[in-house]
């Protein structure tokens, strides 16, 4: 009776919880007293799962030596894979069978993907848990792939087709099929017309997310039927299209719309706004009318009347900023992130901001002419709950400027003022001494100095700082940064000439989240540099051309240790050559895009990297020890390359049934023609002729 009340008792336990798998890795032997129970044995998958995303943060690579541990292990990671990133378009059938629980196809390695290929790999009942599928960088497929994605995918939800600039109506009315579509992307379709367009509308009426960016054969029609079927639209791009005033009433009826995008749309003017009524939805609240170059600060001003809950509006490069218009933005009180990019002040605008616009989180006055001390001071002396603050290239601001934001704004998060050159050194360390939550700061081409940095490191939030062509910085003022900024992830120092491995030895022991490395023309950085970067395992883009004594022994260093290495810029390294490459085939399985120009590689190393499958970007201009014959060996092993820099010259050396066959696999080639140029100019040099163009 015990044994069957135990029975009874555990087939209960299975009952109420069916989905709690459990791993074994390995018969379990006749349990004793003494014998000790495998940890991984009584572990949920519920909990295994979190494990095995811990470890995919750290190396994705990671989960496949997991899976290789054993059955269990191989069947546990298959249910844990949610998002399969094939690098082939032949793997696709094969990838969805050993992953069935995959949600996400995600197709951005996968250059050119046929119909045939689609077709075959969604057939089954592998593909029925997708939601999500990506192929906005594929090509390749056309309106029959479309049709079997639409159909064998009956739960898709997000469908990114982007980039598709051959796909039109045939496609749509297929992609129309895909009735519980919440998010689409039907950006660059340049043939679509109203007609593709209408079936979506009528299709996909459960639509939330909608880009038409770049759709430059629809019309008002198109956009009219739009609005009134898929009435549930949060998000609406129609950036570039050639909509009209004739398309605006509807649109901003929409109920639910939330974001609204209509950058470069020429068509629209003043009396897109005039013509709005009462009835308009009062959902939006973020309005994007950048280079909307045909409305002015009176349409502006009529727009705002109907949107009282806006967030945040974006009029870069659109119109002059007038006091009037401003003052017309206290009918949003709620208004948190203002964009005047490129924006012309007249007098008393930016004064006007500070006054009407004190909700404010964020504000950009990048590249903004008419900006002054007097009015940005007064700006920000009345924006006490501003984060985030842009005013890169605002030449003629000073220490006073400086002096108002950093007494104003002490919760700065994010201070981007690039090309300042009229705040000196020491007005910068005021930086560091008032704004200490910033986690964002951008003081390229500026003033600063080690004394400066000191100060910075005060800013122990900060996760990016860029102070490249700061020509006063030197070892001593990185010492800081490394001791007190352990959360940095970015860092960029492009020509800071005046740095050498000191400095970047102590930015890499202290920063041991770096993601991303900016050391280009810093000429004094040997290997000793790359060697303690090696230790940042979160390392994915390194950027170090122009220094000339490096070597392949500190990039091998950093192929073995950086295994998240994506990015790589080593163009006028000369003392890189073949033995670097080699070893980035070896260990650098993530690098996407790769830069050898003037490097000395030869044909042995250029072959080397196709064993990097998922290399798609090569820019190989100058490369002295290339031929042609190892080049178009190189194109054919290479198979998933997608865009490839070459110089003009190898242009009548490759011939064109081979090119032609490299473009079929959906590789674009550019071809340069740039003089053979080795010489490094020193980077007080190069900023004085940077300076003088300027003038000019």
Known sequence: MAAAASHHHQQQQQHRHPKRRRLALSPS?????????????????????????????????????????????????????????????????????????????DLSLCARVPDAALASAVSGSSSSALRAVDLSR?????????????????????????????????????????????????????????MGLGCVAVGCTELRELSLKWCLGLSDLGIQLLALKCRKLTSLDLSYTMITKD????????????????????????????????????????LDLSQCQNITDVGVS????????????????????????VRSF???????????????????????????????????????SGVTDTELSFAVSRLKNLLKLDITCCRN???????????????????????????????????GKHCSHLEELDLTDSDLDDEGLKALSRCSKLSSLKVGICLKISDEG??????????????????????????????????????????????????????????????????????????????SEIAMGCRLLSKLDIKKCFEINDAGMLYLSQFSHSLRQINLSYCSVTDIG???????????????????????????????????????KLHEAFKSMVPPHMIKNVQARGCVFQWIDKPFKVEVEPCDVWKQQSQDVLVR
């Open 29 to 105: 032997p006749t349990p004793t007293p003494a014998a000790a129970v495998p940890p991984l044995d009584s572990l949920a998958d519920e909990l295994l799962f979190l494990v095995l995303d811990r470890v995919a943060q750290a190396d994705p690579r990671a989960l496949k030596s997991f899976a290789l541990a054993s059955r269990a292990c191989h069947a546990a990671e298959s249910r844990h894979r949610r998002t399969l990133r094939p690098l082939r378009a032949d793997l696709l059938p094969a990838a969805l069978a050993r992953y069935p629980s995959a949600t996400r196809l």
């Open 138 to 194: 594929s090509r390749g497929f056309g309106a029959a792939g479309v049709a079997a994605l639409a159909a064998s995918c009956r739960g898709l939800a997000d469908l990114d087709l982007s980039n598709g600039v051959h796909l039109g109506d045939a496609a749509a009315a297929e992609v129309a099929r895909a009735r519980g579509l919440r998010r689409l992307s039907l950006a660059r379709w340049k043939p679509l017309t109203d």
């Open 247 to 286: 398309s605006f009433p509807p649109i901003m009826k929409l109920p639910n719309l939330q974001e609204l995008t209509l950058v470069g749309c020429i068509g629209i003017d003043d009396d897109a706004f005039g013509s709005l009524g009462e009835e308009c939805s009062k959902s939006l609240q973020v």
């Open 302 to 325: 009529s727009i705002l009347k109907s949107v009282p809950n806006l967030l945040e509006l974006d009029l870069s490069y659109c119109c002059p900023v007038t006091p009037c218009m």
């Open 330 to 368: 206290q009918k949003i009180p709620k208004l948190q992130t203002l964009k005047l990019e490129g924006c012309k002040f007249m007098a008393y605008a930016l004064k006007a901001i500070g006054t009407s616009c004190v909700s404010l989180r964020e504000l950009s006055l990048s590249k903004c």
């Open 397 to 431: 601001i000073t220490d006073v400027s400086l002096a108002a934001i950093t007494s104003s704004c002490s919760s700065l998060i994010s201070l981007k003022m690039e090309s300042c050159s009229h705040v000196s050194s020491g007005a910068l360390q005021l930086i």
């Open 478 to 555: 990185l010492t800081h940064i490394g001791r007190s900024c352990p959360k940095l992830r970015e860092i960029d120092l492009y020509r800071c000439g005046g740095l050498s491995d000191d400095g970047i030895i102590q930015i890499a022991q202290g920063c041991p989240k770096l993601e991303s490395m900016n050391l280009s023309y810093c000429t004094e950085i040997t290997d000793r540099s790359l060697i303690s970067l090696s230790k940042c395992t979160k390392l994915n883009t390194l950027e170090i051309r122009g220094c000339p004594m490096i070597t392949s022994t500190g990039l």
């Open 606 to 644: 250029l072959l080397s990297l196709s064993g990097i499958s998922g290399l798609q970007n090569m820019t190989i201009v100058h490369l002295a020890g290339m031929t042609p014959n190892g080049l178009m060996a190189t194109l054919m092993v290479c198979g998933g390359l997608t865009k490839v």
